[in-house]
């Protein structure tokens, strides 16, 4: 089944420590967003490709960076997490091109920070 | 600026009917989501409304009045697995998803 796949779906690391959060895709849909989104809150656009094209959101902050290697990979690079980092971070793909353009989730993955 | 309005949590019981009100206020729209999504698990897309009116899905139907600024969500034949959050969200003048921060359901037996 095409899907999207978040590695790894819980992680735990270290105040300071450099993190990184995968995802992949089989839909070979032309853009990859990265949410963060803390508890009964709503979901926080950090950044989106439009294949290539990075898109980064005014207010995420320095400290997030993403790469995109190819159309199937995302990466979500958190250089210093602070105790504030401590969210569910969801992987999102949509097709591109249109007004009817449904996102499709990845289950996420869970950040502590200890 | 733009902004999501829901209400934070709702109860209703199993066999009932509920309807979630959303409003929104964007630059901009190209319509409105609405997902569902379980504690802990990701989002999953539930409708999509661009024109006024009711589309209806199941048990499932959304409305939508683009003079307003309004929609709502409507669960008929409430199922304990309907217990979650849903959240509204509207496509803005840039394509971008403007989230609420969800309203989450309570079904009691």
């Known amino acids: 089944d095409a899907m999207v796949i978040q590695n790894p779906r819980y992680q735990v690391t270290q105040f300071g420590k450099p993190v990184t959060l995968s995802c992949s895709q089989t839909?070979?849909?032309?853009?990859m967003y990265w949410y963060q989104q803390k508890s009964s809150q709503a979901p926080k656009l950090l950044f989106h490709?439009?294949?290539?094209?990075?898109?980064n959101e005014a207010d995420t902050p320095d400290n997030f960076q993403s790469r995109r290697p190819n159309t199937s990979f995302c990466f979500l690079d958190i250089r210093s997490p602070g105790l504030g980092d401590a969210a569910m971070y969801l992987c999102?793909?949509?097709?591109?091109?249109?007004?009817?353009?449904?996102?499709?989730f990845g289950p996420g993955t869970r950040l502590t920070v200890l | 600026g733009q902004n999501i309005d829901q209400p934070t949590e709702m109860t209703a019981t199993e066999g009932a009917i509920v309807q979630i009100n959303c409003t929104y206020q964007?630059?901009?729209?190209?319509?409105l989501f609405w997902y569902q999504q379980h504690a802990g698990e990701a989002p999953t897309f539930l409708s999509y409304?661009?024109l006024d009116g009711l589309e209806e899905k199941g048990r499932f139907s959304s409305f939508l009045s683009r003079s307003k600024g309004y929609s709502y969500l409507l669960l008929k034949e409430l199922q304990m697995k309907d217990s979650a959050s849903y959240l509204c969200?509207?496509?803005?003048?840039?394509?971008?998803?403007?989230w609420g921060a969800g309203t989450k359901l309570i079904i009691k037996p």
């Open positions: 999102a793909t949509s097709a591109g091109g249109s007004s009817l353009d449904e996102q499709f």
């Open positions: 839909l070979n849909h032309n853009v």
């Open positions: 490709y439009y294949d290539k094209d990075f898109n």
């Open positions: 964007t630059s901009g729209f190209n319509g």
């Open positions: 409304n661009v």
């Open positions: 969200a509207a496509l803005d003048s840039n394509y971008q998803l403007i």
